[in-house]
């Protein structure tokens, strides 16, 4: 069971450049969500998704962008790397619905942006 | 928005005890669910055990046993015959139940030493 997984584990970047933080989940949930660990700050929520096609702001949106054109599939871009972006990020999915259901959470990705 | 405390930043227990680690939460809501998770050094986000607020009986896993006080807001878990797999940094989350997303909010998190 693969679950939710998520590309690349580490990476570095340099100011200003662009990238894309892969995420996919082979259980059908309808909701899929990006959050940023710092620490002393806990889990963030960056963007959200409740299906394909549709997506929303969470709680620092501010720099990042999604698209959800699957089920599957949530990946997170970077416009322009700013250090300030220095974290782990988190992609979570969930069944639909407001059942009491846990999050699934990937493995994470260790961004360092110099 | 929610908020979610856990006033202990770092929490150390010997092997075979028990160790209590709190967490308080605001909210405006009646219905929701809370959750502990436990996050070890490897990174991997895992479920240890959630607890639904329309219940009155306390979830427990296990080892893994919460005290839910819905009035006072407060959902601290309790790790008993603690054991050296148990160190890892503990989250406290919240969701809410009528919230269509997937929201959770949480804590900033307890790190949790096991002593041999």
């Known amino acids: 069971n693969a679950g939710v997984t998520q590309t690349p584990k580490f990476q570095v970047l340099k100011t200003g450049q662009s990238m894309t933080l892969q995420c996919a989940q082979d259980?059908?949930?309808?909701?899929m969500s990006w959050y940023r660990q710092d620490p002393g700050m806990g889990l963030r929520l960056i963007h959200y998704?409740?299906?394909?096609?549709?997506?929303d702001q969470g709680e620092v949106p501010n720099g990042y962008n999604v698209s959800r054109s699957t089920t599957e599939d949530f990946p997170l871009r970077l416009l322009s790397a700013a250090p300030s972006q220095t974290s782990v990020y988190f992609c979570?999915?969930?069944?639909?619905?407001?059942?009491?259901?846990?999050?699934?959470f990937g493995q994470g990705t260790r961004l360092t942006v110099v | 928005a929610q908020t979610v405390t856990q006033s202990q930043p770092e929490m150390s227990v010997q092997e075979a005890e028990t160790v209590t680690l709190s967490c308080t939460y605001d909210t405006s809501e009646s219905d929701y669910y809370l959750f502990w998770y436990k996050q070890p050094p490897s990174r991997q986000m895992i479920l240890v055990i959630r607890q639904e607020a329309y219940k009155q009986q306390n979830a427990t896993e296990n080892r893994f046993s919460v005290n839910f006080q819905k009035a006072a807001k407060s959902f601290s878990l309790k790790i008993s015959d603690s054991q050296l797999g148990d160190a890892a940094m503990y989250f406290c989350a919240y969701r809410s139940a009528w919230n269509t997303g997937n929201q959770f909010y949480f804590g900033t998190g307890t790190s949790l030493t096991v002593i041999p």
């Open positions: 259980m059908n949930h309808e909701y």
């Open positions: 998704s409740v299906g394909a096609g549709i997506t």
């Open positions: 979570a999915s969930r069944p639909g619905g407001v059942g009491g259901t846990e999050a699934f």
